[in-house]
């Protein structure tokens, strides 16, 4: 199993990037994939997760309207569309099997694999 993220960069306040987990040794269709995020200095964050098998999403509340985190099965990938970019979204975000959601929040399990970190930095 292994999980491949890329996507990150420089972006100016207000850009957009996408964020790509292409899956290999495995096949999507039944898993949740969850993209995380943490900063210097800063306790790691569940961003979004989705369903593989339903579509059902689940968003941290301050990315919700600006992030969208989609899957296409026939590339075995995850995105994650990012819009509307503001300084605090910079982190290095990585993407990981089988998060779990606990009153809306998104965290890892022991069961999670985990794709390497791809930076994103947010600046003028």
């Known amino acids: 199993v292994q999980l491949q993220a890329s996507g990150g960069g420089l972006v100016q306040p207000g850009g957009s990037l996408r964020l790509s987990c292409v899956a290999s040794?495995?096949?999507?269709?039944?898993?949740?994939i969850g993209w995380f995020r943490q900063a210097p200095g800063k306790k790691r964050e569940g961003v979004a997760c989705i369903s593989t098998r339903d579509g059902r999403t689940n968003y941290l509340d301050s990315v919700k309207g600006r992030f969208t985190i989609s899957r296409d099965s026939a590339k075995n990938t995850v995105y994650l569309q990012m819009n509307s970019l503001k300084p605090e979204d910079t982190a290095v975000y990585y993407c990981?099997?089988?998060?779990?959601?606990?009153?809306?929040?998104?965290?890892?399990?022991?069961?999670?694999?985990w794709g390497q970190g791809t930076q994103v930095t947010v600046s003028s």
């Open positions: 040794g495995f096949r999507l269709g039944y898993e949740t």
């Open positions: 990981a099997t089988e998060p779990k959601v606990v009153d809306g929040s998104i965290y890892p399990t022991v069961d999670s694999w």
